[in-house]
């Protein structure tokens, strides 16, 4: 069946530009919608924005102006660039399979295990 | 945006109990609420989307309900395994937002 997996730097100081990548297994990339989601400690789920192989995109009005995604269905993985981070991007960062717009299904039915990123000088 | 407000924020019930989360939309997003359970250090998992439909795989003591602006999670009989964090999403709006959660703990 379909795994996610997330990879990350796990550090990053503030003002840098983060770069973390989903690689999916199991399963082919095209079909779906992919969400981005992130946790920071202790805290409850803030979606990031989504993005399918066509290259359809929607980001959370916080994060818009500093977020990125893209997909290379040739490596079927995924990526989220996060610039200028501060101390408040610090959390777990989760790409999850979004069965958007599929017939008679809904939600966010597959996630990866997450990846810890410290935003820290 | 599509504000998700969920009630209570805490609950302590016992196994066996039958307990009910509350998920409120700030607009009507029609049957495009999904629920989620998150244990400690895990990665949520999906149990019920559309508003109603019951993941594969997932017991049948879960159910859920509503539309519009209301909705409910259901937990027939709480087993152990249950006790952890739900969170509603809604999907209506291309501008995903989840509820703040609702830690179920032990009595």
């Known amino acids: 069946q379909v795994q996610l997996q997330e990879s990350g730097p796990g550090l990053a100081k503030p003002s840098e530009t983060l770069s973390l990548t989903c690689t999916v297994s199991?399963?082919?990339?095209?079909?779906?919608?992919w969400s981005w989601i992130r946790q920071p400690p202790g805290k409850g789920l803030e979606w990031i924005g989504f993005i399918n192989n066509g290259g359809t995109t929607s980001y959370n009005p916080s994060l818009k102006s500093r977020v990125t995604m893209s997909v290379d269905t040739s490596k079927n993985q995924l990526s989220l660039i996060l610039t200028s981070v501060t101390a408040a991007d610090t959390a777990v960062y989760y790409c999850?399979?979004?069965?958007?717009?599929?017939?008679?299904?809904?939600?966010?039915?597959?996630w990866g295990q997450g990846t810890t990123v410290t935003v820290s000088s | 945006d599509i504000q998700m407000t969920q009630s209570p924020s805490s609950l302590s019930a016992s196994v066996g109990d039958r307990v009910t989360i509350t998920c409120r939309a700030s607009q009507s997003v029609s049957n495009y609420l999904n629920w989620y359970q998150q244990k400690s250090g895990k990665a949520p998992k999906l149990l019920i989307y559309?508003?109603?439909s019951l993941q594969s795989g997932v017991p049948s003591r879960f159910s859920g309900s509503g539309s519009g602006t209301d909705f409910t999670l259901t937990i027939s009989s709480l087993q152990p395994e249950d006790f952890a964090t739900y969170y509603c999403?809604?999907?209506?709006?291309?501008?995903?937002?989840f509820g703040q959660g609702t830690k179920l703990e032990i009595k």
């Open positions: 199991g399963g082919s990339i095209s079909s779906y919608y």
């Open positions: 999850a399979r979004d069965r958007r717009l599929r017939p008679g299904v809904d939600g966010l039915d597959v």
């Open positions: 559309g508003a109603s």
């Open positions: 999403q809604q999907t209506y709006s291309p501008l995903y937002t």
